[in-house]
């Protein structure tokens, strides 16, 4: 159970080595006592130093189980079988994603599709199944790290930007869904991370890292927000954006 | 599922359940019989400040429709009341009669379930004890033996368990307990303001056997000098030959009304240090130096706060908590240590009380015990409250103390456990009237009890 100050107990991730989760993780557990954490992960018998450190931390009960975004038959029975166990989990965190490159989709649809898959089919399969266990269990929040590239699909990463497009779109929807079911859930709209999933690209403007997105995850969680961006002014910027003239927009979004 | 949104009278944690309204003992028997895995649990008024009274995902049993006395014996005063019957309305039916309630919190507006649950306690605690000493017996719907009777002889281990055992060995239908003798409705009360902490603490040790009610409001808002500066209230009530000539004929008056209601929910940052100090400073400067004999009303006396509806709105959208503690007499420098670093970080907003218990009933999961215990308000939003509140719960554990669970919405599970070394006999009691552990509520998965 959540407590008065919005701190949470336990949590499941899914995509469990996700940087910007592992960071929220350890905070979680850090600052807000979070006690058990479950991570969904492609490779869960290579976890163990990833467990040890967040035991390290303070968590007393630490596990990985296999959780694969393109496998939606296992990964649902999965869910299910988590919730089916009896214990709560407060939080379920949908932090898995890949970014892609574009020239590649380009010349490998297959690829291409495979990447919205794993982007948006798996968290539709995935996001169905937490918040049925949420809903059954009566109080609950999903976190569902979208991204400020589903905004407006941009020339340059429109295959991963329709998907989180399409992420984002889905999650609010469920959201709306889930009203008056004591579950709630926050999107998460970031801009440019510095994490793995960037490394060695140049930073857009108005860059952020994953600890900054871990504090508003947790911020928005203790007050139970629809929608957080990071960094905040975000939101501005692209409310502007979105209703920039076509010929505009292609010069602005090729630049930053 | 989809269902009310319910929570405490802190209005926060918030979860979702099925309510409903039993009118008869069958509906209750029937409600645990076909109880889903997330489980049944009992509401009175929803007075506790976190979440025993809710079960996010399963049943939520509103006992207030099973109210009214089906027995009163006017010599003995002893009454038998359905579960769901609130102190208010007990003291409106038989003040009159010459019998007060033997223990009243400091709101009215709590059933004879919850008060049972929560084995709850007064400003008499020093001399009457909490309510569980009062109650000699009890009906209850048990998950495996149904309906039984019990009292402290005939099954004192389920008794005891279920006195302040806040709803986990089941459903209370009614319970029979002693009323208290009254001549008057009118206290006869000694206000003394004290500078700092430990003088207030030396006026109750030798003070307090000589009233029947004790308590002192405490400032945690002021530094320096005025640290720990307090306001002791003591009372007992009157016999008719001490009131006026006037109310002498109707010694045993009483009216009970509210002033007005906190229409809305107030916007956030309303109470935050400026204001609660000012409002500490005030209620201060308006107490007398010392005023003794004064007469007051029940309802002035007892339930200020009461004249007030649905004042836990004045908090803002984030709700309120409240931190209730007892140390052991001899852990007074802890009781110092706390009270200086809630004034240090200035997180305690204004209803804070200093009390003096007396020896403890042997409730498993009981608070009361010989001891003082300090009562904390604080707005759910000043979140930097949390690791304050934090470390003073080590202390308090290490002083051998423990957390009132009526209060509490945020302990973890292992101050809890400490706290209360009684709880594995508790579980032992439960797991026999329970095995299935169908009563349940958010408090118990918080604290992992279940
Ligand atoms: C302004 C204010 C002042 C207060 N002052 C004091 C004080 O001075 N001293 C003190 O001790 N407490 C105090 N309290 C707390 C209050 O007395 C307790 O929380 C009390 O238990 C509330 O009773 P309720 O009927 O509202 O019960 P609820 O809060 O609805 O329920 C409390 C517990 O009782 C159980 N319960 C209720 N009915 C039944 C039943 N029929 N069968 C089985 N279990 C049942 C519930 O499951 C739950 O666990 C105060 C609260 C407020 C709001
Ligand atoms: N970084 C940014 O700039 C940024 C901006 C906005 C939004 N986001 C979103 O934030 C989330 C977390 O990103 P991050 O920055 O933390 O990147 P990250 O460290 O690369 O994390 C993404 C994780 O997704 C996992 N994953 C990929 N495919 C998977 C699959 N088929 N099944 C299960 N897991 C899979 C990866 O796990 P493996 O270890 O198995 O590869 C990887 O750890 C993602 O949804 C991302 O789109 C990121």
Known sequence: MRDAFGAVQSVLVLGGTSEI?????????????????????????????AIAEIERVGATDVSAVAFDALDPEAHVAMIDGLFGEGRDIDVVILAFGVLGDQETFESDPVAAAQAAS?????????????????????????????????ERARRSNFVYGSSKAGLDAFAQG??????????????????????????????????????????????????????????????????????????????????? | M??????????????????????????????????????????????????????????????????????????SGVVTALAGTSLGDLMRWLIPEGWFVPVTPGTRHVTVGGAIANDIHGKNHHSAGSWGRHVTAMTLVTPANGIVTVAPDSDPDLFWATIGGIGLTGIIVDATFRMHRISTSTILADTDKTPDAQSVMDL????????????????????????????????????????????????????????????????????????????????????????????????????PLDMLGNWNRGYGPAGLLQWQIIVPFGAEETMHRVISELAATQVASVVNVLKRFGPANPGFLSFPREGWTLSVDLAADVTRAGPVLDRLDRWVIEAGGRHYLAKDSRMRPETFAAGYPRLDEFRAVRDRVDPEHVLRNDLARRLEMV
């Open chain 1, 174 to 256: 469920l959201g709306d869904s889930l009203v008056g079911s004591g579950v709630d859930v926050l999107i998460v709209r970031p801009g440019f991370v510095h994490s793995k999933m960037t490394a060695g690209m140049d930073p857009a403007p108005m860059s952020t890292t994953p600890d900054v997105v871990a504090d508003a995850i947790i911020d928005g969680l203790a007050h139970r927000r629809r929608i957080v961006w990071v960094p905040g002014p975000l939101r501005f910027v692209f409310s502007g954006m979105r209703h920039l003239p076509t010929p505009l927009w292609r010069r602005v979004s090729a630049d930053a």
């Open chain 2, 204 to 303: 109750m040790t030798t003070g307090d056997a000589d009233y029947e009610y004790s308590v002192a409001w405490i400032d945690l808002s002021s530094t320096g000098s005025k640290l720990g500066r307090s306001v002791l209230d003591r009372g007992r009530f009157a016999e008719v030959d001490e009131l006026d000539g006037d109310a002498r004929h109707d010694p045993l008056a009483y009216d009970a009304r509210e002033l007005l209601k906190v229409p809305i929910t107030a916007p956030r940052g309303l109470l935050n240090p400026l204001t609660v100090r000012a409002f500490n400073e005030a209620w201060f400067r308006k107490a007398p130096k010392r005023h003794h004999r004064r007469n007051l009303t029940i309802p002035a006396y007892f339930h």
């Open chain 2, 2 to 75: 989809t269902g009310p949104t319910i929570t405490g009278w802190g209005r926060t944690p918030v979860s979702t359940g099925r309510l409903t309204q039993p009118t008869s003992v069958e509906q209750v028997a029937e409600a645990l019989a076909g109880a889903s895995s997330r489980g049944v649990i009992a509401r009175g008024l929803g007075r506790s400040y976190g979440d025993p009274a809710q079960n996010a995902g399963g049943t939520v049993l509103d006992m207030t429709a099973m109210q009214g006395i089906t027995a009163f014996d006017p010599e």
């Open chain 1, 118 to 150: 794993t982007n948006y089919a798996g968290a539709v399969s995935a996001g169905l199944a937490a918040a049925r266990g949420l809903r059954a269990q009566g109080h609950g929040s999903l976190v569902v790290l979208s991204s400020v590239a589903g």
């Open chain 1, 21 to 49: 989760a592992r960071v929220t993780v350890a905070k979680m557990v850090r600052d807000g006592h979070t006690s058990r954490v479950i991570l969904g992960v492609r490779r869960p018998d290579e976890m163990a130093d």
